[in-house]
T-cell receptor, first 113, second 113 residues
Framework: DAGITQSPRHKVTETGTPVTLRCHQTENHRYMYWYRQDPGHGLRLIHYSYGVKDTDKGEVSDGYSVSRSKTEDFLLTLESATSSQTSVYFC????????????FGPGTRLTVT | GNSVTQMEGPVTLSEEAFLTINCTYTATGYPSLFWYVQYPGEGLQLLLKATKADDKGSNKGFEATYRKETTSFHLEKGSVQVSDSAVYFCALSVGGNTDKLIFGTGTRLQVFP
């Protein structure tokens, strides 16, 4: 199994509070991604990174920011959490481009009350 | 734009039945196609992939053929097991400078003994 961990695995927070989710990899892969999974939507890309300090937006980036200061860590921040951000968040990594698979972390279940 | 359409679930089968999960896509250029599987409480795992027209991906008894003429990538298995119960996601990669995946909404498979 690819070495990807996510922390925390579960979190309950209140509306308006900041939240940071962490993805850590031990594979030295170049690309890292954050997705959210919601019923009826499959997985949707929030942000991705193609190298240290190189990040870009995905299809549902509003309300989220990311940072990547080291190859192994990719942080997702909700500056002011809202109930619509209640979801399961997955981190993924890949290395060589479009013909190669993405490896997924175990997910973080976030509930915003 | 680029998109993936999967049949809605759940698909409910008895053990040893034949499985088909339909997937069609819309894409510019020449995408790679993937099937991912998500077991309960886990992240996604790559099940199989195909990178060009007429390629057949196969793994663990599952197979899918990249049909450019019908823009389809249907997942099949000749004899399902209870342990195949999971959610299956069809996805495509459009390449470019990043390795972004576009997912279908997922199809839940339930196999009963």
């Amino acid at each position: 199994d690819a070495g990807i961990t996510q922390s925390p695995r579960h979190k309950v927070t209140e509306t308006g509070t900041p939240v940071t989710l962490r993805c850590h990899q031990t594979e030295n892969h170049r690309y890292m991604y954050w997705y959210r999974q919601d019923p009826g939507h499959g997985l949707r890309l929030i942000h991705y990174s193609y190298g240290v300090k190189d990040t870009d937006k995905g299809e549902v980036s509003d309300g989220y920011s990311v940072s990547r200061s080291k190859t192994e860590d990719f942080l997702l921040t909700l500056e002011s959490a809202t109930s619509s951000q209640t979801s399961v968040y997955f981190c993924a990594i890949s290395d060589f481009g479009q013909y190669y698979e993405q490896y997924f972390g175990p997910g973080t279940r976030l509930t915003v009350t | 734009g680029n998109s993936v359409t999967q049949m809605e679930g759940p698909v409910t089968l008895s053990e040893e039945a034949f499985l088909t999960i339909n997937c069609t896509y819309t894409a510019t250029g020449y995408p790679s196609l993937f099937w991912y599987v998500q077991y309960p409480g886990e992240g996604l795992q790559l099940l199989l992939k195909a990178t060009k027209a007429d390629d057949k991906g196969s793994n663990k008894g599952f197979e899918a053929t990249y049909r450019k003429e019908t823009t389809s990538f249907h997942l099949e298995k000749g004899s399902v097991q209870v342990s195949d119960s999971a959610v299956y996601f069809c996805a495509l990669s459009v390449g470019g400078n990043t390795d972004k995946l576009i997912f279908g909404t997922g199809t839940r498979l339930q196999v009963f003994p």
